[in-house]
């Protein structure tokens, strides 16, 4: 059982930076076996998958194209945080905004498209990008 946390959602104009943190907790000790996640869902949109990270000190990257370059994803495996900071915001980037905790081998493309039956899920946290 994994416990995920998000948090720094908020309100931005475009252009602007946010940085989103999703924490784990697990009777496990580290969620650091685990391959990680940021998912987004807009208004009347399916779920995406935006970024993915590997597990343990593995730093394999993954970026949907609508965020590439824009958006990082890191994790802190000593503290069990998750980060992605947002830069360049736009309002098409406004979204409810989930991460997730799932085990992949390496298969980072499975991560991006995960869905919540799969690992462990955050109840999500709001981006509202407007001016």
């Known amino acids: 059982q994994v416990q995920v946390v998000e948090s720094g959602g908020g309100s931005v104009q475009p252009g602007g930076y946010l940085r989103l943190t999703c924490s784990f907790s697990?009777?496990?000790?580290?969620?650091?076996?685990?391959?990680m996640g940021w998912f987004r869902q807009a208004p009347e949109k399916e779920r995406e998958g935006i970024a993915a990270i590997d597990s343990g000190d593995n730093r394999n990257t993954m970026y949907a194209d609508s965020v590439k370059g824009r958006f990082t994803i890191s994790r802190d495996n000593g503290e069990d945080i998750l980060t992605l900071e947002m830069n360049s915001l736009k309002p098409e980037d406004t979204a409810t905004y989930y991460c997730a905790a799932i085990l992949c081998a390496g298969d980072l493309t499975f991560v991006m498209s995960a869905t919540p039956d799969t690992g462990y899920w955050g109840q999500g946290t709001q981006v509202t990008v407007t001016s």
């Open positions: 697990t009777y496990l000790g580290t969620a650091s076996g685990f391959c």
